[in-house]
């Protein structure tokens, strides 16, 4: 193995108070699982190693597939919290009960995979040898951190809106018009449409989505990894639009129809990937996301209503997207709005309260009733002397068999 390159340790980092219990002694042990991309990395993850990533404000669902890994802690080169705007990964992590440590610099990518680490408060220990310093988040930490986010808000909110403005010079033959939505196989005519995104709550909400996709068989596509999470929930996509860094090759040979989301100039990043497996896709040109090209094929085709689950929605989660891109999903969505249901979160509307011990206690409640009700009728009566009898029959047996 290679030998560790060491990694000077960064005075200028945030030290963690002489007070703090987590400066005398580990916070946590594990060892080193080195990514460069979260999303990637997380898929490798095992419960007790060290997630160690460069991933500067830490969103939702970063963060989410990180607590689902269960790593003991999270190493982060860059800040889980740059200021840019509050973005809630951080929480979710402290939460979860997972040690985060960021602004260690970008030297502790160089950490060989499996190196056996050792958190003491904001410091990384090899071998006894401190390696890397960073600042060790806590609630109180986090909070300032999201309080100083939410004063610079007003910045990222210029910066989108002129996005959102570029955007619109640069797609308004598509948006308006439609120019440049390639022919596709899969027929939208009249049909209900249902994108799975791999977002905010998306397993929840489609597992609640099941009854409607029973009765209306609608056209299923998953934007990257939005094809495995239907894949997950035992139903197969009908079209795969994305391109294609994130989804599995089980979800591209599964027999959906594929549409390789590519650059402007024609450049698609996913399109060798694919011809590689066999499969012959479809390109579509376009500046926005993949989700967004989704909407509007459907939208273009045909599609009677459009269901959308783990799509972006609110300004936290554009800006948790981190590209000035995602001010084409709020013009999207404008433009196809008249037949857009965004069905997130309807797994937490209606999630149930009522526990097993309460469902317990109504169901003897009910059965006592019927009971209740037998008895006051002369049928019920002698159907529960009938039963007596052969009860006391029973018990005489029994005495006899085992008192003999």
């Not at 950490?111 to 410091?123: H, K, N, Q, V, W």
């Not at 196989?185 to 249902?194: A, I, S």
């Not at 979800?251 to 402007?264: D, F, K, M, Q, T």
């Not at 689950?309 to 196809?336: I, Q, W």
């Amino acid at each position: 193995m290679t030998p560790m390159k060491l990694i000077p340790r960064r005075s200028s980092s945030p030290a963690v108070p002489p007070d703090d219990p987590a400066a005398t002694g580990p916070v946590a042990r594990g060892p080193a699982r080195v990514g460069r991309r979260t999303k990637d990395l997380t898929k490798t993850l095992a419960p007790g190693d060290v997630a160690v990533i460069d991933h500067a404000d830490i969103d939702r669902v970063a963060a989410d597939a990180l607590v689902a890994a269960r790593p003991v802690a999270v190493l982060n080169a860059a800040p889980s919290t740059s200021g840019r705007y509050p973005n809630a990964g951080p929480g979710i992590l402290l939460e979860a009960g997972i040690c985060l440590v960021d602004g260690l610099g970008p030297e502790i990518m160089d950490l060989a995979d499996g190196t056996p680490l050792e958190i003491r408060g904001g410091s990384v220990v090899v071998g006894g040898t401190t390696v890397a310093e960073g600042l060790l988040q806590t609630p109180a930490t986090v909070e300032a951190d999201l309080a100083a986010a939410r004063e610079g808000l007003s910045e990222e909110i210029q910066r989108f809106a002129e996005n959102t403005l570029a955007y619109l010079q640069r797609e308004k033959d598509l948006l308006l018009d439609g120019v440049g939505v390639p022919d596709v196989h899969t027929r939208f005519e009249d049909r209900h449409v249902l994108i799975v995104v791999r977002g905010y709550h998306y397993r929840e909400d489609l597992a609640m989505l099941r009854p409607y996709i029973k009765e209306n068989r609608p056209i299923l596509i998953g934007v990257d990894g939005g094809a495995d999470a239907i894949l997950d929930a035992g139903l197969r996509p009908d079209m795969i639009v994305g391109d294609m860094d994130s989804v599995s090759d089980k979800a591209l040979c599964c027999g959906a129809e594929i549409v390789v989301h590519a650059y402007r100039d024609g450049n698609a990043p996913g399109l060798e990937r694919v011809e590689a497996l066999g499969v012959a896709p479809v390109v579509f040109p376009a500046t926005g996301t993949s989700e967004d090209i989704a909407m509007l094929l459907a939208d273009d085709k045909g599609a009677e209503l459009i269901v959308a689950v783990g799509t972006h929605a609110t300004l936290v989660e554009f800006l948790d997207k981190g590209r000035a891109g995602m001010a084409s999903t709020f013009l999207t969505r404008l433009r196809v709005g008249g037949k857009l249901v965004d069905a997130k979160g309807v797994s937490r509307l209606y999630h149930t309260r009522i526990s097993n011990t309460q469902l317990t206690l109504l169901s003897g409640a009910g059965v006592a009733a019927v009971l209740a009700a037998l008895w006051s009728t002369a049928f019920g009566q002698t159907f529960f002397g009938l039963v007596g009898a052969r009860i006391d029959v029973f018990v005489s047996w029994l005495s006899r068999l085992f008192g003999g």
